[in-house]
């Protein structure tokens, strides 16, 4: 399987999650903007990026714009992710890149949602 396809795979099992939470999803197919998802509810605005990865670190960067509209737009910007063979997790981006380790402590998705909606 390709990296397009499983990046694709953990965006749409990302997506069907929150709406089973409640949220009004949208998806930007290609990556072409600094967010892979919109998720709303109420007056809650999630900019997501998703990752996924197989090893034991998650590099993630250029995250300015992500920061950049959420603020613009009033919203959260969220990374969630995912290790192999891990559940998903969220967290709040405040920087221009994160440096993710496997065995970290991490917040999971459905946590992090518990705490904010």
């Known amino acids: 399987m390709n990296n397009y396809r499983k990046g694709y795979l953990f965006e749409r099992k990302t997506k069907l999650f929150l709406e089973e939470k409640g949220f009004l999803v949208i998806r930007s197919p290609a990556s ?40 613009r737009e009033r919203g959260l910007p969220l990374l ?15 920087e221009v890149s994160v440096k993710l380790k496997k065995d970290s402590n991490h917040k999971l998705l459905v946590e992090f949602l518990d705490l904010v909606v």
């Open 32 to 71: 072409k903007s600094p967010y892979d998802l919109i998720a709303i509810k109420d007056n809650l605005k999630l900019f997501i990026q998703c990752k996924k990865t197989t090893k034991k670190y998650l590099y993630v960067y250029d995250l300015d714009s992500l920061i950049e509209i959420s603020k």
């Open 80 to 94: 969630v992710y995912s290790f192999n063979r891990t559940p998903m997790y969220a967290m709040l981006i405040d």
